[in-house]
T-cell receptor, first 113, second 111 residues
């Protein structure tokens, strides 16, 4: 298995632009998580899905952030409009329901200028 | 102005020595725990897990100990190698909820 796949790996954009991050979970995993990691706050959960349905989005910073999971093999995290304080590494993880273990993708390093 | 970030606990060990990384968790209802390793520029990588009905679990060169009385988790790495240098996170799972991650401990192995 290729593991959790994220794209792009790096994104540099200007303030005000829309940013879309993509994630492909491990096949057969029914839960998907979006995290943000910064030096200031460490690893923060933004939102997670069970069976493609958003369960808890209380970690989403504000209305500029939105996430979708149209099917079991794809999810997006969108920031519109982006701001410099959104600069961080964004991780996607999927969970094996048999073991509860979360497996992380390589992350997307976002820089908003 | 001065930037303030997370102050990660740090641990430096000589190559070949054993390492012990500690973690205090917050919720007595947590029933499942994982240790992750994160190398620079990479995502957290699963190392070993333990359920609350156990107090010890061993893997290859790693052992996790769970003390539910004091809500403490530790990761022991035997014969530490330079490739073990990374940030180590513990995570706790509360039933019906998601994982909560600690702030991490930075391990540096001195050759």
């Amino acid at each position: 298995d290729a593991g959790v796949i994220q794209s792009p790996r790096h994104e540099v954009t200007e303030m005000g632009q829309e940013v879309t991050l993509r994630c492909k979970p491990i096949s057969g995993h029914n839960s998907l998580f979006w995290y943000r990691q910064t030096m200031m706050r460490g690893l923060e959960l933004l939102i997670y899905f069970n069976n493609n349905v958003p369960i808890d989005d209380s970690g989403m910073p504000e209305d500029r952030f939105s996430a979708k999971m149209p099917n079991a093999s794809f999810s997006t995290l969108k920031i519109q409009p982006s701001e410099p304080r959104d600069s961080a590494v964004y991780f996607c993880a999927s969970r094996d329901s048999n073991t509860d273990t979360q497996y992380f993708g390589p992350g997307t390093r976002l820089t908003v200028l | 102005g001065e930037s303030v970030g997370l102050h990660l606990p740090t641990l430096s060990v000589q190559e070949g020595d054993n390492s012990i990384i500690n973690c205090a968790y917050s919720n007595s209802a947590s029933d499942y725990f994982i240790w992750y390793k994160q190398e620079s520029g990479k995502g957290p990588q699963f190392i070993i897990d333990i359920r609350s009905n156990m107090d010890k679990r061993q893997g290859q060169r790693v052992t996790v100990l769970l003390n539910k009385t004091v809500k403490h988790l530790s990761l022991q790495i035997a014969a530490t190698q330079p490739g073990d240098s990374a940030v180590y996170f513990c995570a706790e799972n509360i039933p019906g909820n998601q994982f909560y991650f600690g702030t991490g401990t930075s391990l540096t192995v001195i050759p």
